[in-house]
């Protein structure tokens, strides 16, 4: 399907809902056409046409934003930043695009895909860690700040990136990991050379242990990977007896060390290799704002902030006592994540980023269990949005969607912050997985593609989601990376590969031909993570030529999105409806309809005399939406 063309999937023409010339008529009469599939086409140039048709707009009073903007007469914030409404594609860069063929990822295979992604039609890129990192934790191990991880590239070639996804029209956010570093930075290298007490180690978070010999862990705190947060060092001031110096991997010391050499322990709420900073000294603070200003000033449009809920910890460092979860979505009151003092930092970062041109942006990570939690990060001098997970975690039920649908609003519209909608990322598994899998998740992975992009807000694509990948769930275990793997429990591990199993989402991307790489990267080298040979049918390349793929549908959401002033930030309201069956209204002439039930439903009187715009599969030749579809209308 070509860019500026809509697909209407409606079978035919036989009910007054059933496709756009309704409201076009009589001009837009010649603006259906049957594609060789059967489903119709609705021009570009019409679409324009229905739009000037639109009734004016709804009068109401001026909302304020949390940064001084107005509501214009549309209902959206007048002159509001890109990211209020921005749809956001997240490059997981390891397994985009490989320019070298050696299996990963990397910056010149981004770039060389940039106009996909223009063509596809999303705003703005955020592409996970891309730093020199041992990779231990695939780059949220963190070794060197500034630079790039040569295996992805060099700086010029993030330079180059930058210009050319600018050129194209692309925003990039880049991800910063502020809670840990990897423990080959210099600055934990310097912290193990270095005695205890000493400025080295109070960068990060070193303390005696428990025991007559300190051989118990500080407290019970639980690592995200599994297992204890905290490692015990080898030291006996700053050297064990064999002369080595403590930072020398045990390995290449030999022997286990006496128990009076054993020394502190460190806190990493994850992998030992990430160990946790301690962001009350003023030195790891400064560091970041350098950090931030480092790439602001090469024109980067803003940062993902990595576990932002996790920088405070409390500093009497409670044992948990089987009182607190670890994992999952951080409950109020817990003594390492969502702690009052981390508002600090973003309000510092704030300052930061309100110095520079161009509505720069900071996107949090927050696992928080409420969103009245989450809004807490969003006031107007700290972050400007988050990621939200109460969509994510949502199931495929209506009851569950509306009403995470209505607490993110109810609480981010406290503080005049936008919703963001995301399904996907690479630490859990795919959606239509989650969905259910097979044709049954694909099915409702395409309806909740048009739920989420006309809700109010930004959305996240999670790359691959535009190609309905689902979760790999059968990778052997010798191939996978994710440091959870190697501490999970496998008795946690779950069917759909969830459980802390995160490469099955991390598979990478088939672009073209018929077999693995599926020119991931040149020739016929094979990826770093295994591709399912059934992947064939999924290529973009396949789905580029198919008017009814995945693709097609995101593709023509998205132009719909640009085109049609309700879609992206601003207000909706439901319509009443029974049973299986979403509803909500966009002023000033935009309608959702989701019917997230198996059997089909009539629409709602709202849309009689509206005009479909898109569906996620064809409606029934009646108008009616069959189970597990969702339409939009203009009205
Ligand atoms: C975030 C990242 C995840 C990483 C963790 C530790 O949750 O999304 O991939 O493992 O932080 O940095």
Not at 153 to 165: K, R
Not at 195 to 223: K, L, Q, T, V
Request: hydrophobic share 40%.
């Amino acid at each position: 399907m070509s860019v500026g063309t809509v697909r209407c999937a409606a079978p035919h023409l036989a009910s007054p809902i059933a496709c756009g010339q309704r409201l076009a008529s009589p001009a837009g009469r010649d603006a259906c056409r049957t594609a060789p599939n059967g489903s119709f086409l609705l021009r570009g140039a019409q679409r324009k046409r229905l739009r000037a048709d639109r009734p004016p707009a709804v009068e109401r009073a001026p909302v304020a934003w949390s940064d001084g903007r107005v509501q214009d007469e549309t209902g959206q914030p007048a002159n509001a930043p890109w990211w209020r409404s921005a749809v956001i594609y997240q490059i997981y860069p390891r397994s985009f695009a490989d320019s070298d063929g050696d299996g990963v990822g990397d910056l010149p295979g981004i770039r060389s895909r940039l106009p996909y992604l223009r063509e596809l039609g999303v705003d703005a890129v955020w592409i996970s860690p891309f730093y020199p990192s041992p990779m231990a934790d695939a780059g949220y191990d963190v070794s060197d700040y500034r630079d790039i991880e040569p295996i992805f590239g060099t700086l010029a070639d993030a330079d180059a990136m930058l210009a050319d996804a600018h050129e194209l029209g692309i925003r990039v956010i880049i991800d910063l990991v502020p809670n840990h570093t990897s423990d080959e930075h210099e600055w934990f290298r310097a912290a193990l050379a270095a005695a205890p007490g000493s400025p080295e180690r109070a960068r990060y978070i070193f303390r005696d242990g428990r025991g007559e010999h300190g051989e118990i862990p500080p407290n019970d705190w639980i690592s995200n990977f599994g297992g204890p947060a905290w490692t015990r060092v080898t030291e006996s001031n700053g050297s064990d007896r064999s002369g080595h110096d403590a930072s020398t991997p045990r390995s290449a010391r030999g022997g286990r060390p006496a128990p009076d050499q054993r020394g502190q322990w460190y806190l990493h709420l994850f992998d030992p290799k990430q160990p946790d900073l301690d962001w009350t000294n003023p030195e790891v603070v400064a560091e970041f704002e350098s950090i931030l200003r480092f790439w602001l000033d090469r024109g980067i449009d803003g940062f993902r902030i990595d576990v932002a809920h996790g920088l405070a910890k409390d500093p009497e460092m409670p044992d948990l006592e089987g009182n607190w979860a670890t994992g999952g979505p951080a409950v109020e009151g817990h003594p390492h994540w969502d702690r009052d003092e981390v508002h600090d930092v973003y309000r510092g970062w704030r300052r930061v980023t309100d110095s520079y041109d161009g509505d720069r942006v900071f996107v949090g990570e927050v696992w928080v269990q409420k969103p009245e939690q989450l809004a807490r990060y969003l006031r107007s001098d700290e972050l400007h949005t988050a990621f939200n997970f109460t969509y994510l975690l949502a199931s495929w039920d209506a009851k569950s969607l509306h009403n995470a649908i209505d607490d993110s609003i109810d609480a981010l519209s406290a503080v005049g912050a936008p919703a963001t909608w995301v399904l996907s990322n690479h630490d859990v598994v795919r959606h239509v997985t989650r969905y259910g899998g097979g044709a049954v998740g694909v099915r409702r992975a395409r309806a909740a593609a048009l739920l989420t992009l006309a809700l109010p807000g930004g959305a996240y694509v999670y790359q691959g989601e535009e190609l309905g990948l689902a979760e790999v769930t059968d990778l052997p275990p010798e191939v996978r990376q994710d440091p959870a793997f190697a501490r999970y429990d496998p008795g946690l591990v779950r069917a759909d590969g969830g459980g802390g199993l995160r490469d099955g989402c991390r598979v990478p991307i088939p672009w073209s031909g018929d077999a693995p790489p599926f020119g991931f990267g040149p020739g016929s080298g094979q990826p770093w993570l295994p591709q399912p040979a059934d992947w064939a049918a999924l290529t973009v390349e396949r789905q580029q030529a198919d008017p009814v793929s995945m693709l097609a549908l995101y593709q023509a959401a998205l132009e719909l999105r640009r085109d049609r002033p309700e879609l992206g930030d601003g207000t909706m309201a439901w319509i009443d409806t029974d049973g299986d069956v979403l509803a909500f209204r966009r002023d000033p002439g935009f309608v959702c309809v989701v019917n997230v039930g198996g059997e089909p439903v009539a629409a709602p009187d709202a849309v009689r005399d509206g005009a479909l715009l898109l569906s996620s599969d064809p409606l029934l030749p009646d108008g009616r939406l069959p189970g597990t579809t969702s339409a939009w209308y203009a009205v």
